[in-house]
């Protein structure tokens, strides 16, 4: 299979932007193996296994929907982790509710040892950076409410990156 041309960007035509209702909805992942990802995704994470086919691929969900994270292993059953310098997911991000739902989110991470990456506060959001068992980027976060945004004298957003208070974070966590 070729590779598309890629159109220079000077020469996209900006028609209109995308409809502000639209969102992503579900992530899909080539994994090396079906059960190791499950052990992340549904027993670390908590998401609930919606369907299965067969060995072949699983579709996980919070909160009654149809599938937001896939995983298969059709064309990656074995597979490496994705080597350093090429391209692929950064990360995706799952989005938390609340900032206890994210505390509770820190303290199922650490209480199966999965090592954090990073945590920072952007000013817009809390998040947790950590990697599945087949090295995809994944992004635990909350938003902070849209008027308690950071923004500059000319009103645009200002995000930041500082240290998270992971400790402050888990004091919100009952369990």
Partial sequence: MSRPTAVPLERVETV????????IGHVH???????RALGFYRDVLGFELT???GAGAAF???GGYHHHVGINVWESRGGDWPAPGTTGLYHF????PSREALARALARVLAAGVPLEGAAD???SEALYL?????????LYRDRPEDEWPRDAQGQLAMVTEP??????LALDPG
């Fill in 93 to 96: 991000a799952i989005l938390y």
């Fill in 164 to 169: 998270l208070d992971l400790d402050a974070l």
């Fill in 29 to 35: 992942l080539k994994v090396a193996d079906i059960e």
């Fill in 16 to 23: 209109e932007p995308i409809d502000p209702g639209a969102r």
């Fill in 131 to 139: 990697r599945d068992p087949d090295g995809n980027g994944v992004e």
């Fill in 51 to 53: 369907q299965r086919f």
């Fill in 122 to 124: 952007h000013g817009v």
């Fill in 60 to 62: 996980l969900a919070a």
